[in-house]
Every structure is written in structure tokens, then in C-alpha cells.
């Protein structure tokens, strides 16, 4: 189990414009919606994008404190 603010920080340390919201989405800490909004997605494809993030929680995925991730990528308005 992960806490939204421990996924937060992990993002933020890989990417440190980003606006993160993460969402628990069944109480358990292990099934998170993600919404990431970054500049540094300009230019990227969306999969490009995902990997970045991935690659910010690889940790929590690697030993399933995240189980499942909905993840939303953007770039600033």
C-alpha cells in the first residue's frame, strides 16, 4: 500500500512542474487514478508520456504497492 501523497512526491521529484492529483480509488492504497499535468509532456506522444510517469513510480510498481494505475496525461492550458 502506497499513500496518494507518497505517489505525489514521486512525481514531482521526476517531473517538478508537474500538477498532480492522485485519486485511492477503492480505499486500499493499491488502486490509484493519477491525473499528471507537465510541460515537460510538450512534444511527447501520449505513451512517451505515460513512460515518464512509470518510470517516476517504478518502485511501487515493481513490487505491486500499486496494483493498478489510471493514469491521465496533459499538458498545462
Known sequence: MVQPDQVKAAIVAA???AAVSVEDLTGGGDHLQVSVVSAAF???SRVRQHQLVYGALRQELATEAI????????LPA
Open 67 to 74: 496494483h493498478a494505475l489510471a493514469l491521465q496525461t496533459s
Open 15 to 17: 517531473l517538478p512542474d
Open 42 to 44: 510538450n512534444g511527447l
